[in-house]
């Protein structure tokens, strides 16, 4: 068939069927033939293909102009960072790829790199989406084009992008394309692009700060009227290094504003920092898991191990326990399953990540050379967070109480597990005190120490001090021995704020739960530790309470009197001096330690640990040249009770080898003793 042939077909084809011209379709022609195995008969006709017309406009590019008073402002409040040289000097190829991690100050400059040299610069954004291949620059009237973040960076090549160039020098314009800083991706692009290719790194958030202070109240007296009430160390504290630039330009908005008003207080700007930032990252996180468990996790565990951070944050994630509240976030944390916890991490950048709830990682506090912590940018936006979750969002509550009773077995992560439970209840007026109940009795060893911590702190708050005082009461009776374990860690000094008059008696009453229970309950071993924990910590007088408490507890036969003589060996084994000055200067209290040694070497359970304890203080009695009077009082009031206990330590100090510790005081006494038998017998 010729050429004219052809053509005159085609004509005609197009006359009979319009739609053929109208579409780029695939035309069949089958007089009596066969298509896709159905039979064809007559003139029928089969079309197929793309319903796009060919002289049918595609879809417009998202695009628009940089709006003139956003770029006024980026021009003003810019501080050129180490990049900013290197990207006017790529500039000139015509296309820039500016490298660098979100929120780092990117977009402000790329615009700062298009507007130079223009007094009135003219710039368009062009929607990440779209085609650079295909894209193309207006033939004028446009000095520069901004990319953020295309699609499929590594899809980029020199030969695809070599019309583009053609066409930015013949419009006169600029192009800068802003690229995450992915793994091997600035790699990938060096290899092709070279010296196009830039590097950026923030500037210094002081500088940040001072340009936009200075932009927002440029009078040199306001500024010092502002700055001065807050003291040296407060930009320091709201400005670290490594902050992002547009944390250290919302410290300088917040600050002029204030300021405008008035008087700035260093208290009002810190509050108005952490709830605008809580807010933001709860709106950013309410839709992503993983943005969310991190968040939460900073709050909790926020200043330790980064590992920990992660750790914990994968266990939020994790299906166990309660399910879902109708809120949406509760079902957003929900809507992963645990296996993909560490995936999900894993995928992202944990920088990233962090980045994105407004922490960082950096090195350890107490050792710069260890693992790395995890803390928020500004540390206030913790308490900010629960400020909000306790007011908006309840339905987290419950699977947030959960979380935390499974917490790490580090003394650090107890604490903070606690504490945010406390933190919430305080900000529920109690309300979620009761999920503690709950908890603690389904949670393991480190839940139920959390649990008291959560008590023990919440005491302090006089909001719900009565609503835990109660609590404590009620658990101390409870038949639940997990309910009793958690009064008797919260009665810890370290814990809270129960005292100690107020602790020992929780204390004697839990001790004598246990005792009610069966003949040969064992002693409550939190509250021994609690008490050993009170005294080593207490003042003279805490000490001296404690001491005259267990004396009181030794009278009664019941399991507070087994728990007196189970503490009192490591009190005084814990400080000899302590016990010695006592012996001496008061009649009471000596009149209490001899109660407690003879009820302690009476105990079968406890004359071991009485036992060595006093051979401890003998041994460093032996090694003054002085008798320590204190001691050898203490010994001839035991001689005076005559009780078994003391007779079988003389014995066992008499029979015993030279180097035994005490031998003379222990003869002196034995020799006491069998006189005062002796004169018995005789009369």
């Known amino acids: 068939m010729t050429t004219s042939d052809t053509n005159s077909i085609d004509s005609t084809l197009k006359a009979v069927l319009p739609e053929l011209d109208l579409n780029q379709r695939t035309l069949v022609l089958a007089l009596g ?13 089969s079309v197929s293909g793309s319903s796009t017309a060919p002289h049918e406009p595609t879809a417009p590019t998202r695009q ?3 709006r003139a008073k956003d770029l006024q402002v980026a021009r003003r409040r810019f501080v050129p960072p180490a990049a900013f040289e290197a990207g006017l000097a790529a500039l000139e190829s015509g296309i820039v790829f500016l490298v660098g991690e979100p929120g780092t100050g990117r977009l402000t400059l790329s615009l700062n790199l298009l507007a130079h040299g223009h007094d009135e610069p003219t710039l368009v954004q062009v929607d990440g989406a779209v085609d650079l291949t295909r894209w193309r620059p207006r033939p004028q009237g446009v000095h520069g084009y901004l990319v953020m973040e295309p699609g499929d960076p590594f899809a980029l090549r020199p030969w695809d992008l070599s019309g583009l160039e053609a066409a930015l020098t013949s419009a006169g314009a600029r192009l800068v394309i802003v690229l995450p800083d992915l793994p091997g991706l600035a790699r990938f692009l060096e290899r092709d692009f070279g010296p196009q290719v830039v590097h950026h790194q923030p500037p210094d ?21 502002v700055l001065e009430p807050l003291g040296p160390d407060f930009l320091p504290s ?46 950013r996180a309410e839709h992503d898991p993983v943005l969310l468990s991190h968040l939460f996790s900073v709050c909790v565990y926020g200043g330790l191990d980064r590992d920990i951070v992660v750790e914990r944050a994968a266990d939020l994630s994790a299906p166990a326990g309660p399910g879902a509240k109708p809120g949406t976030m509760a079902r957003g944390l929900r809507g992963q399953t645990g296996d993909q916890g560490f995936g999900l991490v894993r995928q992202r950048p944990l920088e990233n990540v962090l980045r994105g709830v407004g922490a960082r990682c950096a090195p350890g506090a107490d050792d710069p050379g260890g ?56 900000r529920t007026g109690g309300r979620t005190l009761e999920l503690v109940r709950e908890l603690a009795l389904s949670a393991d060893r480190p839940g139920v120490r959390a649990a008291a911590r959560c008590l023990g702190e919440a005491v302090l708050a006089p909001v719900i001090a009565p609503k835990v005082h109660g609590l404590l009461r009620e658990w101390g009776d409870a038949p639940e021995t997990v309910l009793r374990d958690v009064v008797a860690y919260a009665c810890r000094s370290d814990v809270g704020g129960v005292g100690a008059g107020h602790a020992l008696v929780l204390l004697h009453g839990v001790a004598n739960k246990a005792d009610s229970e069966s003949e040969d309950a064992s002693v409550p071993p939190a509250v021994v530790e609690t008490l050993i924990q009170r005294f080593a910590a207490g003042d003279p007088g805490t000490r001296e309470t404690i001491t005259r408490r267990l004396a009181a507890w030794t009278r009664g036969e019941d399991g507070a009197a087994r728990v007196a003589s189970l503490t009192f060996p490591v009190l005084v084994d814990f400080d000899h001096a302590w016990f010695s000055a006592r012996m001496l200067d008061g009649r009471t209290a000596a009149s209490n330690i001899v109660e407690l040694v003879r009820h302690s070497l009476d105990e079968a359970a406890s004359y071991p640990s009485m036992r060595d304890a006093l051979l401890a203080w003998c041994r460093g009695a032996d090694e003054v040249p002085q008798p320590d009077p204190a001691l050898e009082k203490l010994f001839a009031r035991l001689v005076d009770s005559r009780q078994h206990g003391f007779l079988r330590l003389l014995l066992l100090i008499e029979r015993g080898s030279d180097t035994m510790p005490g031998k003379d005081l222990a003869k002196r006494c034995l020799a006491e003793w069998r006189g005062r038998n002796q004169s018995r017998q005789t009369d």
């Open 64 to 66: 628009g102009p940089v």
């Open 33 to 45: 033939g066969l298509v896709n195995a159905g039979v064809v008969q007559g003139d029928q006709r």
């Open 371 to 426: 693992p790395e912590t995890v803390a928020f940018f500004w540390p206030t936006v913790g308490d900010a967070v629960w400020d909000v979750v306790c007011r908006e969002h309840l339905d987290l509550l419950p699977l947030l109480y959960h979380w935390l009773s499974r917490t790490g077995s580090t003394m650090p992560e107890i604490e903070r597990s606690g504490r945010a439970m406390a933190e919430m209840a305080v």
């Open 238 to 283: 709201v400005l670290p290094p490594g902050l992002p630039p547009g944390y250290a330009a919302r410290v300088a908005e917040t600050m002029g504003r204030l300021g405008a008003g008035g008087e700035v207080r260093r208290a009002e700007v810190l509050a108005r920092l952490a709830s605008f930032e809580a807010q933001e990252i709860l709106g």
């Open 205 to 225: 958030p002081a500088e940040v700060f001072a340009a936009h202070l200075a932009d927002v109240l440029p009078a040199p007296q306001c500024l010092a009227q």
